[in-house]
């Protein structure tokens, strides 16, 4: 069901989010949906919580050891342009429906803390590689580049007829990270 509700949120919205159309999308029945998830918020919270589990996931399985000998910046750019690819292509509706919650949650405050939760995870990982770096500012720096990764990741879901090459990614990347080095 929260699959569903995923799906149903990269094609409607969160106003396409109901009971029903995630009975329908899923092929269960509506006292299915209604008996596991009491309100439509709760729908939304709990596939969010599924979204940041299956993409966590993902991005696990995409970091490698870094090696000492490694230029870890390149290292780094790599990894980040390999997320936001993944991100675009192997989960794009997944991408689509986080960009929906986070719409919702300025909208209806009792999802923040459970986003909060995900923007957390994702700023930790980004922290330990900024910190392997020897950044002096290293949360700062993780929270600038989450802002860029999610600011090309947006950018190519408005242009779905023209995707980001992997070299245009990386180039962004490298020259943020260089830039934050070289403080």
């Given at each position: 069901m929260l699959a569903?509700?995923?799906?149903?949120?990269?094609?409607?919205g969160t106003r396409?989010?109901?009971h029903r159309a995630v009975a329908a999308e899923a092929g269960t029945s509506l006292r299915a949906t209604t008996y596991y998830f009491a309100s439509r918020e709760e729908l939304l919270r709990e596939s969010l919580r599924y979204y940041a589990e299956?993409?966590?996931?993902?991005?696990?399985h995409l970091a490698k050891p870094i090696a000492?000998?490694?230029d870890l910046t390149s290292v780094a750019a790599g990894?980040?342009?390999d997320i936001v690819l993944s991100d675009?292509?192997?989960?794009?509706?997944?991408l689509i429906s986080e960009y929906e919650l986070v719409l919702h949650v300025g909208r209806q405050p009792d999802l923040e803390e459970c986003y909060a939760t995900?923007?957390?995870?994702l700023e930790a990982v980004l922290f330990?590689?900024?910190a392997l770096a020897g950044s002096p500012s290293p949360k700062l720096d993780a929270q600038l580049v989450l802002a860029a990764v999610r600011g090309i990741e947006i950018a190519s879901l408005a242009s779905p007829s023209q995707p980001p090459a992997r070299e245009a990614i990386f180039a962004l990347f490298e020259r943020l990270l260089t830039g934050l080095a070289a403080r």
């Open positions: 569903a509700t995923l799906r149903v949120l990269a094609r409607e396409g989010v109901t299956t993409a966590g996931s993902r991005l696990a000492p000998d490694d990894l980040l342009t675009l292509t192997e989960d794009r509706e997944g995900w923007q957390g995870r330990a590689y900024a």
